[in-house]
């Protein structure tokens, strides 16, 4: 079976499609300024590719090590391994900019394979970008690589094994290149899940979460990616490495944190043992309102502290409400709409929470909070908004493919900060958005929902969406970026909760972990890659 | 009000002394062949202490930098922490040997006076030790620093102030010279607790605690140490490190876990921001049965599995709820051992369990629990047990004081492993201990209980009770302790689960973390430690 693969301008296959309802369209004029146009993505795949700079003996020792079919050097298979999915990558496609594209694409089928592909790589002074889904959103996959010879995007897509189920112990050992709809359902038939649902989880593969500290939709329930990992085995140009072992070891520092997050800097992650638990036998989805944000941070923030979260729990802000609902635009929901507001929830805010246990745990949780969240002046609003966010749970990115044909600009970003400086975060980083996003006639749309919750804070996902300044859009959104950044920093935000750094990030890391901190991280890096041929320019800039 | 302080030669105070009743004496004749006898250790107090090698100029500049009062070369000050309270530190001790002390006792009033000290030290070339509660066993602060002019105990317990109580975030940021029951009593003000209780809370500190990568008695629920922690501020001799941040960011590696077990080879840790909760209104201890080890095993693995672990689950094997039974010598013991035999019990095991929470969760969960324990064949023995381990929770070692001075040989040892390897690791590591200590007409007695309990898998906690050989004691324990270790590794245990890693672990780190580990962990130290002061010898032996 064919796997489908993301559209080389976009996200998903072209039958994914979404139109844009003429009342959504009305909204967005008047909302935002938009200015109504039709701006399709240039038909990139008919671009010339750059000539590949790969060596022909470096070709030739590649093609001895994995085989003549797992050399590539043709235009679509770098062009599919040449941008991450950010709207930076996508506004470049669209234009016809296919620069910066690997000289080749290499595909091991063995751990092995990827030892002595880096070592001849190291000799032949060739970078090495390692590859998943390519749905990254950070600028992981395009460090510049203008110091090296040639550039190599290794894709992690054979290293595909399930290697060993220990269902005693709830551990399995699994290839990087598995996406999470496929190690799902292989561990559906014991009974098993992973529980790790990012956005992008169509398409994402395992080595992809663990390299860059994914959190997927459940991870309030069932932890981060980094906390699923148990261990991990790492290629790097000066050997193999080994890192984690179950349950728990006292023996000095965690090494095995030095490799989740290295975003291909220190080597290739070819293996990775993963805490599954046993799925869950209930599921349960439903929405509640509350009147405004700071009462439904509160309720968060009562439920963590009272050791009720849900598995999900999703707080959309006003506006993100009030958006979600003209997007949706059922008849329901404006029925719904008028019940909120005459109970006081006009500016309400929306909360998705998700239950998933046996349904004796599910029932007795779901009671507990739900008195909670009452006490905060919540008001259920039943199964349907519930069900209708599991529905759509993936298809954030489809929409956004529509939004960008039609001249708008939408990106999301996302930082985390205690409880006690959220509200100040949130202020602070949507503010910056609108100013620097506002020209005359002209407003962004800022929306932010909190995404994941722990007992000493939470995360914010912002999503913006503008009219497109159609001569200089990277600038548009790069200053826009920028602005937020400092901002949310400045508050006590962190860089990232869970998009990681590549190079986009690259230039505020100092300012999260400090100069020693980087420092320490050249440091382990000069000792596993000294020549720097490991995805350069991601991570430190 | 004056603190208590461990004694010199074995734990706490006198005043806590414990003694062994006849039948106890006749049961250990009986059961190892112990040779009565009494072994009182010497009066180190009075052995002179060798000559301070700290060079005056050194003295000088320190007292300049943390006063005079605070300076000190005296021996009672050096001998104080001049050893750890391993077996092998307390039989060197009790036998008159106080070799290894550090040449003076510094105490530093701040971050940057450690900062300073450090500074100094490298300059002077002076190694330093960072000392906390010297609750250690693992001989962490006794490393080889036979390379450097001195050596310098470097005691945090000046660095004992909570700077900030973030209740709202639950995070409090403190000094690591802080202990647990100094922290706990300050945090019961406020309604919260941080719940870490290792054995050697009433003198181990917060420092110790991060430096060794510590688990508790109540880990199972509250989490181990590490996960305890959300930031750390690390003086080392090239500047300082500010690591962590919470709740959570995916901008890198995670460096916070590279401080935590790092046991003073990078710097000094000189405040920790900790994740505290609120205060448990209910706690609930109780006993229970199990017919035998694989029952007992399986019916926690089934807890972990089905989310219902107690907050404190603690596990004997035969041998140590048979010990436990004669230790404790009640009538009323006697007649519950008759009742369980009757049951079938015979070799049965203890399970204490703990609940710690508000009273309705600790009933549902205790209810759901318990339907659970009984399908495994366990039976409920009541809360008499329970709040019997609770008021001895910290007693092991007073207890070990009386047993040392009559001649005999205990000692603990700590690993983890996957659910899968525990039964294999429990059998090798027990056999290797008893081939090792038996000699004619002698052989150890052998406890094992499972301390921490995991999805994953479990810890696995052996107390060694034999007859000394007076000629050898340190040569017949090291001859054990290595047999025990490679037994334990080979199967697919930790090095150590709680203990960390010395001096005396050292020899098998590589053995864990592989060769690449061990030279990623020199690569840090030498970028934050380039003259290698801080505490030589330990981790990487």
Not at 200 to 209: K, Q
Not at 273 to 285: C, D, F, G, I, S
Not at 496 to 512: F, K, M, N, Q, Y
Request: hydrophobic share 40%; charged share 20%.
């Amino acid at each position: 079976m064919e796997r489908a693969e993301l559209s080389l301008t976009g996200w998903g296959p072209a039958d994914n499609a979404h139109e844009l309802s003429n009342s959504v369209r009305k909204w967005l004029r008047r909302e935002i300024g938009w200015n109504p146009r039709v701006t399709p993505p240039e038909a990139v795949a008919s671009v010339p590719t750059a000539a590949t700079r790969l060596p022909d003996s470096t070709s030739a020792a590649l093609i001895e090590i994995v085989g003549d079919d797992h050399v590539r050097t043709d235009g679509p298979s770098r062009l599919r391994r040449g941008a991450g999915r950010s709207y930076l990558d996508l506004i470049r496609r669209r234009g016809g900019d296919i620069s910066g594209l690997p000289d080749a694409v290499v595909l091991p089928g063995s751990h092995d394979e990827v030892l002595s592909v880096l070592r001849r790589c190291v000799a032949d002074d060739i970078a090495v970008v390692p590859f998943g889904g390519g749905t990254g959103v950070v600028g992981g996959l395009t460090g510049g690589a203008d110091e090296h010879r040639a550039v190599v995007s290794l894709d992690v897509a054979r290293l595909n094994a399930i290697d060993s189920i220990d269902a005693k112990s709830l551990l399995v050992t699994a290839g990087p290149g598995l996406r999470g709809p496929e190690f799902e359902s292989r561990m559906a038939r014991y009974g098993l899940t992973l529980g790790h649902f990012p956005q992008s989880y169509e398409f994402a593969t395992l080595g992809g979460y663990a390299a860059t500290r994914s959190a997927g939709q459940a991870s309030t329930g069932y932890g981060r990616f980094a906390e699923l990992v148990a261990g991990a085995r790492l290629a790097t140009p000066v050997g193999s490495w080994q890192v984690g072992r179950a349950p728990a070891s006292a023996a000095g520092p965690d090494l095995l944190g030095m490799v989740l997050g290295s975003e291909g800097v220190l080597g290739v992650i070819t293996e990775l043992t993963l805490r599954v638990r046993p799925a869950p036998e209930a599921k349960h989805y439903e929405g509640w309102s509350f009147p405004s944000l700071p009462r439904g941070l509160e309720g968060l923030r009562q439920l963590a502290r009272a050791e009720l979260l849900p598995d999900i729990a999703r707080l959309s802000d006003p506006d993100e409400t009030r958006a979600n609902i003209v997007m949706s635009g059922s008849a329901k929901v404006n029925s719904l709409q008028a019940l909120l507001r005459a109970r006081g929830h006009g500016a309400g805010c929306l909360l998705i929470v998700g239950w998933e246990a046996d349904p004796g745990t599910v029932s007795v949780r779901r009671r507990a909070a739900s008195s909670l969240l009452r006490r905060y002046e919540a008001v259920r609003i039943g199964r349907t908004v519930g069900q209708s966010w599991l529905a759509n749970r993936y298809s954030g990115p489809y929409v956004r493919d529509a939004l960008l044909d039609v001249g708008l600009l939408v990106e999301t970003l996302e930082t985390a900060a205690s409880w006690s400086d959220l509200p100040e975060v949130y202020e602070a980083t949507r503010d910056a958005l609108i100013h620097s996003l506002s020209v005359p006639g002209k407003q962004p749309l800022v929306m932010c929902h909190v995404s994941h919750v722990y007992p000493t804070g939470a995360s914010l996902c912002f999503t913006v969406l503008a009219d497109r300044d159609d001569d200089r859009p990277m600038q548009q959104w790069l200053l826009a970026k920028r602005a937020a950044t400092e901002a949310l920093l400045s508050k006590g935000g962190v860089l990232t909760h869970h998009h990681a750094v590549g190079i986009d990030h690259a230039p505020w890391l100092s300012r999260e972990i400090g100069d020693l901190g980087v420092a320490v991280l050249h440091a382990v890096k000069d000792r596993l890659d000294p020549t720097g041929i490991c995805n350069p320019g991601v991570l430190f800039g």
